[in-house]
């Protein structure tokens, strides 16, 4: 540990904010990011902090859990909300942003930062004797992954999806009409894609039975897929009415050539501010290109679709770390090691980015010869920090924010809105506080 800087292997979106928090504290960053030089299967461009599934960030509205998180890191200085916000397209009640225009702003910010080099390079073991940051995501590299297996015993993994991108001009608007749902937003970030009974049972009958791409080391019969992402064809073959209960759920929407709700909707979501570009809400697949184009073009608004961008699927690995970790995010055993991002087993690109903000901060007091941080569970980050690390947790999956990980209120208040509302109050006066008394 006698190097005069911090290594943070990673340059996605944990990664990228735990740099940034470690150099804005005047210590020295070496950044290793294997792009591009290496991809993994889900990457495709040379820039840092890719969104390779939705553009969506989740709600904006502070009074709700992924709004609540937002704002917090927004409090401790987070470079991937600057960037966000700068980047922002229109998607109702959630922040969505521009992926190309975020990813390429949050380069920019990490190559213009005096105390970061980034090295691209693969790193294929973990560090020993210094103070680092691991954050090589969801789709750690072969050598690197196995390196981790080897060192805790075996890793946990599952399969994620992506969804395909259309171009706005080839959706058929005779058959789609713009609106949010409840009214929501500003009316045209949506474009929804109604469908009858009959359309929607023929649709569902294909989508369960359309082939599927072949998986490496995967057992195709019987998948592991994380609930939050799963895969359309997985979820239609639960049930008839699943995904019309899912992702293409009607409620809040009102056809205009109908007067009536529709018996299912598609949504259509911006991806960029153009919007020239739409995104499949819900759509994530695992389909064959070929089979793709046919199911998802059954679909009446999408018989012309022009699909810029297929789904795809892919693994995704995380380390059991309740029983590995402490809840600043460094190993118990090797406190000079932190993890941060998917790999730790919180779900999302915020509660990605927050857990490497966290890691930041610590790393960077325990190189200045401070004590590490836990913060409140009051917050959002604090609880998602304590759920990764509860040794109590027994069957680890992976975790996204969410009201029902924060303590309970002192008040029994029924109504979920308020609720969310009283958790954000308690959350960011807290925090502020805590920012405070720490001086962070």
């Given at each position: 540990m006698e190097k005069a800087y911090i290594s943070v292997i990673g340059a996605g979106l944990a990664g990228c904010e735990a740099a940034w928090q470690i150099a804005n504290r005047g210590i020295q960053v070496m950044l290793y990011e294997m792009k591009p030089n290496k991809k993994s299967p889900a990457h495709h461009s040379d820039t840092f902090a890719e969104l390779v599934c939705s553009n969506s960030?989740?709600?904006?509205?502070?009074?709700?859990?992924?709004?609540?998180?937002?704002?917090?890191?927004?409090?401790?200085?987070?470079?991937?909300?600057?960037?966000?916000?700068?980047?922002?397209v229109s998607a109702g009640g959630a922040l969505a942003v521009n992926r190309d225009d975020f990813s390429n702003m949050v380069t920019h910010y990490i190559n213009q930062h005096p105390n970061i080099t980034v090295v691209n390079e693969e790193i294929t073991e973990l560090p020993q004797n210094e103070i680092a940051v691991i954050a090589t995501g969801p789709l750690t590299a072969d050598l690197l992954a196995e390196n981790i297996k080897a060192e805790f015993g075996g890793a946990l993994s599952f399969f994620d999806a992506a969804a395909p991108i259309v171009t706005a001009e080839s959706i058929d608007f005779n058959s789609a009409f713009f609106a949010s749902r409840y009214g929501k937003g500003s009316g045209d970030d949506y474009i929804n894609c109604p469908m009858n009974k009959e359309e929607y049972e023929s649709f569902h009958a294909e989508l369960v039975g359309a082939q599927r791409a072949p998986l490496k080391d995967f057992d195709v019969q019987n998948p592991k897929v994380y609930e939050g992402c799963m895969p359309i064809e997985v979820m239609a073959q639960r049930g008839a009415d699943t995904i019309r209960f899912g992702p293409m759920k009607p409620v809040g929407l009102t056809d205009p050539k109908t007067g009536h709700r529709p018996w299912a909707v598609l949504q259509l979501r911006k991806e960029n501010n153009q919007g020239t570009l739409y995104n499949l809400v819900g759509f994530q697949t695992n389909l064959k290109f070929p089979e793709q184009k046919r199911v998802f073009s059954m679909i009446p608004a999408l018989k012309n679709a022009e699909f810029v961008r297929y789904g795809v699927m892919h693994r995704n690995t995380f380390i059991n770390s309740p029983r590995l970790l402490d809840a600043d995010y460094s190993l118990r055993k090797k406190h000079n090691l932190f993890f941060a991002g998917q790999l730790t087993g919180v779900e999302g690109y915020m509660e990605s980015g927050s857990s490497g903000l966290l890691a930041g901060i610590n790393a960077a007091r325990l190189f200045m010869g401070k004590e590490t941080l836990v913060l409140p569970n009051v917050?959002?980050?604090?609880?998602?920090?304590?759920?990764?690390?509860?040794p109590s947790v027994t069957c680890f999956q992976p975790m996204g924010a969410n009201?029902?990980?924060?303590?309970?209120?002192?008040?029994?208040?029924?109504?979920?809105?308020?609720?969310?509302?009283?958790?954000?109050?308690?959350?960011?006066?807290?925090?502020?506080?805590?920012?405070?008394?720490?001086?962070?």
């Open positions: 960030l989740k709600a904006a509205r502070t009074a709700s859990a992924a709004g609540m998180l937002k704002q917090e890191m927004r409090m401790l200085n987070s470079l991937l909300l600057k960037c966000a916000d700068a980047c922002s917050t959002m980050m604090g609880a998602l920090a304590e759920y990764i690390s509860n009201i029902g990980i924060l303590p309970q209120l002192s008040e029994n208040i029924r109504d979920k809105r308020l609720k969310a509302e009283k958790h954000s109050l308690r959350s960011f006066s807290t925090l502020e506080s805590f920012i405070n008394e720490n001086n962070i």
